[in-house]
């Protein structure tokens, strides 16, 4: 069946440090891959998106990573903040699929 | 812009009672796209919509049923409650289904 997940639950980092959130996925039918953050009492918010004819998507201090050779995804955020500790998601779209199947998200703890 | 909205933001049922949600996408927003997030199983997709269409839907029971009006706004029901189903509920609204806008949920609780 398919699947998303993640290799690390929990990620702690010192503020200022780069963070790297990992994640796997099984369907290679999925052509479109987003990275989201949840904090407490919130829905998801949209951070970063890659398509599959793409291998590495730059944002504003993020930077997703996308190999399809072993099915893996990795979101980068550099001088992590603060207010970057939250709950990181990535989900996957099959083209055409028209449903969004999330990992089991990864926990970020900043410490100060 | 106004953001997605969903009503009510919380709810207290008692099994095998039905509930409403309801969701308002953001303006222009034709898809909405339903989740059930509980700490054990994380986010879940239930099912899509697109111009009052059921595009996909996730492996739930038939219990969860979901419509999409001609405004786009979107409910969805769920009939003879169990307590698994406590969950908060999550709508996501794109003018296409890729970069989807989540609203803050409905948190349902059943004793």
């Known amino acids: 069946g398919e699947s998303v997940g993640l290799h690390l639950p929990t990620l702690s980092v010192q503020e200022g440090d780069n963070s790297i959130i990992n994640c796997a996925y099984s369907n290679s039918a999925s052509d479109y891959f987003i990275w989201y953050k949840q904090e407490s009492g919130k829905g998801p918010q949209f951070i970063i998106d890659i398509r599959s004819n793409m291998d590495k998507r730059q944002g504003q201090r993020v930077t997703v990573l996308l190999n399809k050779t072993v099915k893996h995804l990795s979101l980068q955020i550099a001088a992590t903040q603060p207010g970057d500790s939250a709950v990181y998601f990535c989900?996957?779209?099959?083209?055409?699929?028209?449903?969004?199947?999330f990992g089991a998200g990864t926990r970020l703890f900043v410490k100060a | 812009k106004a953001g997605v909205t969903q009503t009510p933001r919380y709810l207290i049922k008692t099994r095998g009672q039905q509930v409403t949600l309801s969701c308002s996408p953001i303006s222009g927003h034709r898809s909405v796209s339903w989740y059930q997030q509980t700490p054990g199983q994380g986010l879940q997709f239930l099912f899509e919509y697109f111009s009052e269409t059921q595009r996909n839907k996730g492996n739930f029971p038939g219990r969860f049923s979901g419509r999409q009006f001609s405004n786009s706004r979107s409910e969805m029901n769920v009939s003879t409650l169990e307590l698994g189903d406590s969950a908060l509920y999550l709508c996501?609204?794109?003018?296409?289904?890729?970069?989807?806008?989540f609203g803050p949920g409905t948190r349902l609780t059943v004793t």
């Open positions: 996501a609204s794109s003018s296409q289904v890729d970069e989807q806008y």
């Open positions: 989900a996957e779209n099959e083209a055409g699929g028209f449903k969004t199947i």
